[in-house]
């Protein structure tokens, strides 16, 4: 191997693949074979917990990564903590809740529903709430949107099942505080 040193090339590719890398991958770049790349990775990994840098190797998903130690995650809630989004309007969370309790819901059976544009399904999108679960047999095959596992996030839900029951077909009522 020519250039770099093991340990410099070893951490640039970690921290620059941001994915778990595997062996093989380390040893191509190190331009070594698998058992002398994954002692150069040991080695790396040794150097890493003695020097006490604020991350550590991790063996995952079948290659390696950079972490933070678990013992320091609590001191990084400062700067880790995502912004707050800006609340959503009563449009959004209406259309949020058609899509909610009547999935798949394509976007003219949620005008339909509501009397009104569902034009906020983009935002609920770029918020990562809903997504395109496929297409209606209906004329022209419109969108079927569906919510998202961070939309169960956001509400605290651990299933759909846990939404609370409608009164009928009147979303109203969900809207009030």
Same mark, same amino acid.
């Given at each position: ?6 340990? /410099? %090339? ?5 921290? *620059?693949?941001?994915? +778990? =890398? &595997?062996? #093989? @991958? ?42 933070v130690p678990p013992a320091l995650a609590p001191h990084l809630a ?13 449009? /959004? %969370? ?5 899509? *909610?309790?009547?999935? +798949? =819901? &394509?976007? #003219? @059976? ?43 996030m956001e509400f605290g839900l651990s299933a759909l099942a846990e ?15």
């Amino acid at each position: 191997m020519s250039g770099p040193g093991a340990p /410099a %090339l070893i951490g640039a590719t970690l921290l *620059a693949a941001g994915r +778990p =890398v &595997t062996l #093989a @991958e380390l040893a191509r770049v190190l331009e070594l074979g698998e058992d002398a790349a994954a002692r150069a990775v040991a080695v790396f990994a040794a150097a890493l917990e003695a020097a006490a840098l604020g991350f550590v190797l991790e063996a995952v998903a079948g290659g390696y990564r950079l972490v933070v130690p678990p013992a320091l995650a609590p001191h990084l809630a400062p700067v880790l903590a995502p912004p707050a989004l800006p609340a959503l309007s009563t449009a /959004a %969370l209406e259309v949020l809740a058609v899509i *909610a309790y009547r999935q +798949p =819901v &394509t976007r #003219a @059976e949620i005008e339909a529903m509501r009397g009104a544009s569902a034009g906020t399904v983009v935002t609920l999108q770029e918020r990562e709430l809903v997504k395109v679960v496929g297409r209606s047999a209906a004329v022209g095959q419109p969108l079927l949107y569906g919510t998202t596992d961070r939309f169960l996030m956001e509400f605290g839900l651990s299933a759909l099942a846990e939404l609370p029951p409608l009164e009928g077909a009147d979303f109203a009522h969900l809207l009030r505080g």
